[in-house]
């Protein structure tokens, strides 16, 4: 049995502020067991899964040859840039994650329309590299630029189609530049309600290599880059007028990078400098070398969940759920007694902590992913009745009430223990399953489920086992088999 | 209580459920027409509410859609009065002209409910990995079993009769799933694979419940003959097995199948019916099959009628 009951509800207890203080910072209240204040609301401001929301799943896969090996890292630069561009779409919460190894899996909740979003995903992507003058932006920035647009004055963002042939910069190079580097001041004035247009001083078309350099020596990484002979001129110009200016890297108007120029680089051949870790010098350098996505992707499977089916669903699973803990808790309160009692209070710790833990870590919310709570739960439950069952077991043997506790514990303990091992394999084996198809339902039940299982175990070690010894030492229990439901 | 004793009655309780499922099953796959959803065999789904002056016909539907070249079409009219519209793979082009036709044709306002389509390479790729997943689950829970029974003599053999017992689980849930496909036009599509998984997981657990009751007693009651104390641990463990089944997981999936939605009932049946296997089978099928392997009771099996029965 414990040893130190007190220290051990301390402990408890604050966790459960812990998970409380998560649950409630996103909007969800929960219950205190302690004043008997029973507010259980469940929360409507989880993110919650398409099939709850409605929405649009879509699952993209490499069209390359089935025995082609796909670099990994493609296939995340692929989603990354996938990722800004659905961005841009102002589409909000959504997910692209990559499934498998040649597999991206792209989530838009609440999307009905699949038309605009699967036009941008098989849209190829524009790298420009862009005039900052001498106030470079963040990284991260979404900005206008000059490319392929008639006048300034037009507002829509250019699209690849209506652009011009690459070599145009050249002619209006130096009126350009000199506008550019004019609009700093320009804005300066008046209240910011004209985005500045940048100009662009070629596309990623111009390039023709892109390597990562490592110096061993100093350890640094260098992107170099060679041009293609036809844009080495207008390089050679622009960074001859532009020493010490700022050249930012744009792909899909974002602002990918931004170095400065040190010399006029004459010949074609040049290097990227910056604090540039390995990772960071290839990511930058995969997408020079694909302003487009670094492998072609075709779509193998579309799902679109009308908004009505997944309400309805909820609010009845939802409402299914709570009538069926109220009929559990009844049968443990009438069964149990005293240690029905305490089965229902670490129940409640555990939707607690399982709660705070689904919420700290984003899980999305999906129906297969309730009824998993809801088997965790059973799991959960499981885990008090066995240790009641053993008891009653020594207490019908005729030891004393605090032997039988202590006894119950222990001999339950190993199949509590082994049981639940097995549930939990094969929740990652349904997890493996659902990640290499992007099946978000299979992967948000089999998490929910192993999660469960492991804070059931978590709380049949800590609270039960305390609240038992805690008990024990408030009460002196003579007539303790009518308490004990024996 | 005497449980062991009727243990040949309980394996033809068994066989008398599966067998005429797994019979369906056969005759579905020999027609190749085997209840599986666009999860495993490509192509797609649409779930349209047609809502106009007079609702069509699912075969004027059917005579439509499939007068516009699109292939295997099967339409069906749903509890909420809807249309399930299942064909070969589609595009989203081909699946708007579908909605515009529609429209002409009934004059009606059509709202798209759902539309799943998946390519037929993703299809074949699911199952195989679905058979893969199922696979290394038995694997995996055999040499769990087999390593967290290491100290009790033939802990191969609890290994293997969790299996076999799982197997059974496995096949009841096929068995209800055709019958359910038969009755009900069920599917078994990833949510269905997801189900049979969880049963696999918890059918383990139970058998472990068991087991570990009969390795406690076996250093316990070391004079008892096996039988006589692998009836004594099941006895001792009902109570648990009743109560943690039928009163909590039961309780909680019975009421996500009455009052859940309809998308989750298919799955909740599935779940409640595989989960009670896995508690039946774990106190008649599992250990009542230990006992039939120490007594090497199939060295009786055809010589004269089996005594137990």
Redesign the interface.
Same mark, same amino acid.
Do not use: C, H
């Given at each position: 049995m414990t040893r130190r009951p007190y220290l051990m509800l301390g402990l408890i207890l604050l966790l459960t502020a812990l998970a409380i203080w998560v649950d409630a910072s996103q909007r969800i209240t929960i219950t205190n067991p302690f004043n008997q204040k029973t507010i259980v609301n469940r929360n409507v401001s989880t993110r919650l899964g398409l099939?709850l929301r409605g929405g649009l799943q879509v699952?993209l896969?490499a069209d390359l040859p089935?025995d082609t090996p796909v670099d990994a890292e493609a296939i995340s630069v692929a989603r990354t840039i996938i990722e800004n561009r659905t961005n841009a779409l102002g589409v909000a919460e959504n997910m692209l994650q990559v499934a498998g190894d040649r597999r991206i899996v792209g989530e838009f909740p609440g999307l009905?329309d699949?038309?605009a979003v699967?036009a941008i995903l098989q849209k190829t992507g524009l790298l420009e590299f862009v005039d900052m003058g001498t106030s470079p932006l963040d990284p991260g920035t979404v900005i206008q630029t000059d490319y392929g647009q008639t006048s300034t004055q037009s507002s829509v963002t250019s699209t690849p189609e209506s652009a011009t042939p690459v070599i145009t910069p050249t002619e209006a190079d130096a009126t350009s530049t000199a506008e550019a580097n004019a609009t700093p001041e320009a804005t300066a004035t008046p209240p910011a309600e004209a985005p500045t247009i940048y100009h662009t001083v070629m596309t990623g078309a111009a390039l023709d290599t892109v390597n990562v350099v490592h110096d061993s020596t100093t350890g640094s990484y260098e992107i170099s880059f060679t041009l293609k002979t036809d844009s080495s001129e207008l390089f050679a110009n622009y960074t001859g007028n532009n020493i010490n200016k700022y050249l930012a890297i744009v792909l899909d108007k974002e602002v990918l990078s931004v170095p400065i120029i040190k010399n006029q680089i004459s010949d074609g051949h040049g290097v990227i400098e910056g604090n540039f870790s390995g990772d960071s010098a290839n990511a930058l350098a995969v997408q020079l070398r694909y302003g487009s996505l670094p492998v072609p992707l075709k779509i193998?499977?579309?799902?679109?969940?009308?908004p009505?089916?997944g309400e309805?669903?909820?609010?009845?699973?939802l409402?299914?759920?709570i009538?069926?803990?109220i009929?559990?808790i009844l049968?443990?309160a009438l069964?149990y007694r005293l240690p029905g009692l305490v089965a229902i209070i670490s129940i409640l710790f555990y939707a607690i902590i399982a709660f705070a833990i689904f919420k700290y870590f984003h899980f999305t919310l999906t129906?297969?992913g309730?009824?998993?709570f809801?088997?965790s739960?059973?799991?959960a439950?499981?885990a008090n009745?066995?240790i009641f069952?053993r008891m009653k077991?020594e207490l019908r043997s005729g030891r004393t009430l605090l032997h039988a506790v202590e006894q119950g514990w222990a001999?339950a303990w190993?199949?509590i223990r082994?049981?639940?091992?097995?549930?939990i394999?094969?929740?990652i084996?349904?997890f493996?399953?659902g990640s290499?198809?992007g099946?978000t339902?299979?992967k948000g039940?089999?998490l929910t489920?192993a999660l469960g299982v492991l804070v059931s175990l978590f709380v049949a070690i800590s609270v039960t086992r305390t609240l038992l010894a805690l008990i024990l030492s408030w009460f002196e229990i003579k007539n303790f088999p009518r308490w004990f439901g024996i | 209580m005497n449980i062991l004793g009727k243990r040949y009655l309980y394996f033809a309780i068994s066989l008398i459920i599966i067998i005429p499922g797994l019979v369906i099953l056969g005759v579905k796959a020999a027609q190749n027409n085997l209840p599986l959803s666009i999860?495993f065999t490509g192509g797609s789904m649409l779930?349209v509410s047609i809502e106009g002056a007079a609702t069509p016909q699912p075969a004027d539907i059917h005579q439509l859609v499939a007068e516009m070249g699109t292939k295997d079409v099967k339409v069906q009219s749903t509890e909420s009065g809807d249309f399930l519209i299942r064909s070969s793979f589609i595009d989203?082009t081909t699946r708007d002209q579908i909605i515009s036709a529609m429209q002409e044709e009934f004059g009606a306002a059509i709202?798209?409910?759902?539309?799943?389509?998946?390519?037929p390479?993703?299809g074949k790729?699911?199952t195989s990995?679905?058979t893969i997943?199922v696979g290394?689950?038995a694997l995996?829970?055999l040499l769990?079993?087999t390593i967290?029974f290491r100290r009790v003599q033939h802990a191969f053999r609890y290994g293997l009769c969790a299996i076999i017992a799982m197997i059974h689980d496995v096949a009841i849930v096929f068995s209800l799933v055709a019958i359910g496909s038969l009755l009900l036009g069920w599917e078994m599509d $990833? #949510?269905f *694979?997801?189900a049979l998984? /969880?049963v696999?997981? %918890?059918s383990?657990?139970?058998k472990?419940?068991v087991f570990?009751?009969i390795r406690?007693n076996t250093n316990l009651l070391r004079r008892l003959k096996f039988e006589t104390l692998v009836n004594h641990s099941i006895v001792?463990?009902l109570?648990?097995s009743i109560?943690?089944q039928l009163?909590?997981?039961e309780?909680?999936?019975? $009421? #996500?199948a *009455?009052?859940?939605?309809? /998308?989750?009932r298919e %799955?909740?049946v599935i779940?409640l019916v595989g989960l009670l296997s896995g508690t039946y089978s774990s106190i008649f099928i599992a250990s009542p099959i230990l006992v039939v392997w120490e007594n090497k009771e199939w060295r009786t099996w055809f010589r004269r009628k089996p005594q137990a029965v």
């Open positions: 099939d699952l896969e089935a009905e699949s038309k699967l193998v499977e579309t799902r679109i969940i009308g009505t089916l309805d669903s909820l609010r009845k699973s409402i299914a759920g009538i069926g803990m009929i559990v049968f443990m069964y129906l297969p309730i009824a998993g809801m088997l739960t059973g799991a439950l499981d009745i066995l069952e077991e001999r190993s199949s082994d049981s639940n091992i097995a549930a394999i094969i929740s084996i349904l493996w399953f290499t198809f099946a339902i299979v039940f089999a489920l | 999860d779930e989203e709202t798209i409910l759902r539309f799943d389509s998946v390519g390479s993703i790729q699911v990995n679905a997943a290394v689950a995996a829970i769990y079993i967290a $990833a #949510l *694979l997801t998984l /969880t696999i997981g %918890f383990v657990q139970d472990i419940v570990d009751r406690e001792q463990t109570q648990r109560n943690t009163m909590t997981v309780f909680l999936l019975f $009421a #996500l *009455l009052f859940g939605g309809v /998308t989750l %799955f909740a779940l």
